[in-house]
């Protein structure tokens, strides 16, 4: 920009080092989170820290003694308005930040968001050109995040996502990004997306199944067998038998029926052909 050459070295998605024309001409160096776009110190001629809010917008800078070097307040879409330490605002940051509304790079030279797709504006909340997926992200090829900017971000340029705070900045994606990546749950590496459907759709088919889930069983039965199932025939209960020692029939216990009918003796067996003894004869 005007004659100066800067180049950008990337570890990923972030950017790690700054330089002039000349490599080793070093501008800043920077140190980020796991999430993404999550920036934590920036080392130049001074070092210095990032301090964000819930949507990942960087609101101040502070040195090492924690005194702020520089504050940023931001329209609905993102336009900043910049402030020095004593609360003055400037027209550009006087300490070499590039990292902004919703953490993503700042173009102070163009007035324009970098966000790796594509350029966006704040002026006019749209991005100045199509949707390299399509529809994918809604009709409107060049809306930003659906206009829901205070609650969704587009760390990609082409999806929009829910920003959740309270979770070490991670942001989880719902959908592809320009290298077709997201990140992990941890936020540490990034993974393979899968296709999703939208959102209403996901939420309709739960709600669906839940209303729908006790007839689903029956149905495909049927339809399975190609004939109705036939009821099964009612069983009758087994009949309890009394417990031993329980009374029985008359009030009486089984020892005391027992006594009263004492079991019958059993008779020699008869031989055919032999006849029973006489009483008195004795065989020899």
Known sequence: MNGVITKFFYDGDDLIIETGNDPNALIARYLFGPGIDEPLERNG?????????????????????????ESYTYDV??????????????????????????GREWESELGLQYNRARYYSPKTGRFLSRDPLGADDGPNLYTYVRNNSPLWIDPAGTTSVLRL???????????????????????QKLQPTTFQLPKSIRIFILLGGII?????????????????????????PPAEAPAPGKRGEGGKDDDEEEKDNPPEKSQPRETPGELPPKKGTKHF
């Open 77 to 102: 879409f993102g336009q900043p308005t910049i402030r020095n330490g004593s609360g003055t605002i400037i027209p550009t940051t006087a300490v070499g930040n590039r990292f902004l509304f919703t």
């Open 212 to 236: 729908l889930g006790p007839v689903v069983g029956p149905i495909e039965d049927i339809v399975g067998t190609g004939k109705p199932i036939a009821p099964k025939p009612r069983e009758k």
């Open 165 to 187: 705070p309270g979770l070490s900045g991670v942001v989880p994606w719902v959908g592809p990004s320009t290298n077709n990546f997201i990140p992990s749950p941890q936020g």
């Open 45 to 69: 001629s001074t070092t210095h820290y990032y301090s964000a809010d819930g949507l990942g917008s960087t609101v101040h800078l502070t040195n090492a003694s924690g005194a702020i070097a």
